[in-house]
């Protein structure tokens, strides 16, 4: 049993009279009337992080990717919640110093209070982080519309390079490179200058936290839609293209694995023109990657212009079984 099975056989029950909930189909709660929104993420080590060795660079990963549920929302976070759990080692004056000098330039940065949380006592490093915004709109999630165009901000891939580099799948003689793909793991570019301007073209959105198929797929939702995607539109920056060419490995296998925090977004055909107009003038790369459509009944990958197995809808899922 997976994740998405277990929240939708035994949780999903419990919310039927709680619309802000929204049937928890999204990543956020969401309440109308008070213009509230939170989501909650936790980050556990050996899952989400191989170790507490660097805990100033695995606060700005987990900080990033659990505020970027709300800003592909369109929303700002404006308070966090940081409940820890650790051991004296995890938590000595030395890592203390680094947390705290870490949470400080994301404050900074991304403009949002440290408003309360809670510690105890583990053998492993855990962290659970509540992020608070207000918004009078959030763009949902099983909101597609038929022929609307997939969209993806910033470059894909990334991160995955980075993960594989420090899981020692992967070895890299090129310092720079390697450099730069480790930091791309533990510190994402978060698109924050569109978030704002999401609401006035985006139809659905979501944040690419699983994977880019699994999180299409999450996105599309119960809307009997389906996507057709060209893998070769699919952005990757020119180190991962001069990594691929020198390797001679697949795009395909890289752009899919998660962790790259880019906004996923659909829109009407009708908004090419201003979507492409704003992001030039923000400075923000966005790319048209596919489009989805209910003439077909199953979702399609091209590849060098053929379309390929469907065994690249992957994404990662917690499984409890």
């Known amino acids: 049993m997976n994740e998405f099975t277990l929240i939708q056989k035994y949780f999903k029950k419990l919310t039927y009279n709680n619309p802000s909930a929204l049937n928890l189909n999204d990543d956020v709660f969401f309440d109308k009337k008070k213009n509230v929104v939170v989501s909650s993420d936790t980050y556990v080590e050996g899952v989400h992080f191989f170790n507490f060795k660097k805990p100033d660079l695995v606060i700005k990963k987990i900080v990033r ?37 870490s949470l ?24 659970t982080i509540t992020s608070l915004g207000y918004s009078k709109k959030i763009i949902q999630r099983n909101k597609c519309k038929n022929n609307d165009d997939i969209y993806v901000t910033g470059n894909l891939g990334d991160s995955y390079l980075g993960l594989l580099l420090l899981s020692k799948k ?47 797929t999450k996105l599309i939702n ?50 090419r023109r201003y979507i492409k107009s704003l992001f030039k003038r923000m400075n923000q790369k966005v790319t048209l990657i596919g489009n989805l459509t209910n003439e077909i009944k199953s979702n399609q990958i091209i590849y060098n212009k053929n379309t390929v197995k469907h065994s690249y809808n992957e994404g990662y899922f917690h499984n409890f079984s």
């Open 170 to 216: 992967l070895f890299l003689k090129n310092i720079k490179q390697k450099k730069y793909f480790i930091q791309k793991y533990y510190i994402p570019d978060l698109p924050t200058k569109i978030s704002s301007k999401l609401i006035k073209f985006a139809n659905s959105s979501i944040d690419i936290s699983d994977g880019l198929f699994g999180d299409l």
């Open 104 to 127: 400080k330039q994301e404050q900074k940065k991304y403009k949002f209070k440290l408003s309360g949380g809670d510690t105890t006592k583990s053998k492993k490093t855990i962290f």
């Open 222 to 271: 119960t809307t009997k839609l389906y996507y057709k995607l060209d893998v070769e539109k699919v952005p990757i920056s020119s180190m991962l293209k001069t990594y691929l060419i020198n390797t001679n490995k697949k795009k395909i296998n890289f752009i899919s694995k998660g962790d790259d925090y880019q906004i996923l977004f659909t829109s009407s055909k009708s908004n």
């Open 65 to 101: 990717s659990s505020i970027s549920d709300l800003y592909c929302k369109g929303v700002k976070p404006k308070f966090i919640f940081i409940a820890a759990s650790g051991n004296n080692i995890s938590f000595s004056k030395k890592n203390l110093d680094l947390i705290y000098k």
